[in-house]
């Protein structure tokens, strides 16, 4: 799983920091999570491709989604075919059709537009889930969570072959599907004898704008990524509050309880340009784990939480 970030800024973008916009590249396909104004030229400068699958809006305010009539015009001009699905918050679905169509013209691709609440499965993938949870913010809004199914456990071929006299072959298939195997002197081998216990899955969690909420602790439960809103540093907590976002201390306070390995923070205030550095030394007084405010184009890997797959920050 990779992830670039096209979009770190606030409402307001910087020289620097276009606003919101992440790419996760998993298995092939590209999942889009927010599209600011400006982020089809993100994803060409930072060269993400652009055969986006999925795109999920956390919420309609316009840092989040201006970028989306002209990401569809786009791939209109480029002769698209395949279909992409917008997941979207309830109740938006026609204004994120106005978007699509706002030129007047509809796509000559197909545009499904899938409406979720918290608690949603948004995607139903092959061996993983995109979900929808609750966020706080002064809009109608979902946060995302990438969620990996288990994954098998490990295969001890030596105690299959040494140990236990099983051949190379079909037999060790079945024993790691789960089958049991009967030998040629009758013995039956059962799978948990030379399988392991599963391994957890990935899951990153992507909050859109929020304040801190019980709702992205529970999605973000032992999360391998946590991209937080950290809007701002901790002498505006209150403005914060009020306007329905987080410092980054709050940021590093959810990530802890939720017991994160890795905190991105995003949705960066202006008024800390060129203060990036504040913002991180707040967070990482209270995060046991790594906290890192990434710039545009930053990249990163997403190992297993065995410690399979290696950082290419």
């Known amino acids: 799983m990779h992830v670039t ?3 770190t800024s606030g409402a307001v973008p910087t020289t620097m920091r276009n606003p919101s916009a992440v790419m996760v ?18 994803m060409m400068r930072f060269s993400t491709g652009f055969a986006v699958s999925h795109v999920f809006v956390s919420h309609l305010h316009g840092d989040h989604v201006l970028g989306l009539p002209g990401l569809i015009q786009t791939w209109d001009f480029n002769d698209r075919e395949e279909p992409v699905a917008i997941h979207t918050p309830a109740g938006t679905r026609r204004r994120i059709r106005d978007l ?9 691709f197909p ?15 092959a061996e993983f889930e995109v979900r929808a949870f609750e966020t706080d913010h002064r809009a109608t809004s979902v946060g995302y969570a990438i969620v990996e199914d288990d994954r098998k456990g490990r295969f001890d071929r030596e105690k299959a072959e040494a140990e236990l006299g099983i051949e190379p072959g079909p037999a060790y298939s079945k024993l790691h599907n789960g089958e049991p195997v009967e030998l040629d002197d009758g013995t039956v081998v059962q799978p948990e004898q030379v399988v392991g216990p599963p391994r957890p899955g990935r899951r990153v969690v992507y909050t859109g704008d929020t304040c801190p909420t019980e709702g992205v602790v529970e999605a973000a439960d032992d999360a391998d990524l946590l991209i937080h809103d950290a809007t701002f540093a901790e002498d505006r907590r209150e403005r914060a509050g009020q306007t329905g976002h987080s410092t980054a201390k709050q940021a590093a306070e959810i990530a802890n309880r939720a017991g994160a390995k890795r905190l991105a923070l995003t949705h960066v205030s202006t008024r800390y340009a060129g203060q990036s550095g504040r913002l991180e030394d707040e967070a990482r007084e209270v995060f046991d784990g790594e906290a890192f405010l990434p710039d545009d184009g930053d990249e990163l890997d997403v190992p297993f939480p065995d410690g399979e797959g290696e950082d290419a920050t």
């Open 25 to 42: 590249r998993r298995e092939g396909e590209r999942f889009l999570f927010d599209a600011a104004e400006g982020t089809q030229r993100q």
């Open 100 to 108: 699509v169509t706002v030129t007047g013209n509809e796509p000559s």
């Open 111 to 125: 545009v499904r537009v899938n409406e979720v609440s918290p608690g949603d499965v948004a995607l139903d993938g």
């Open 5 to 7: 970030f096209l979009g």
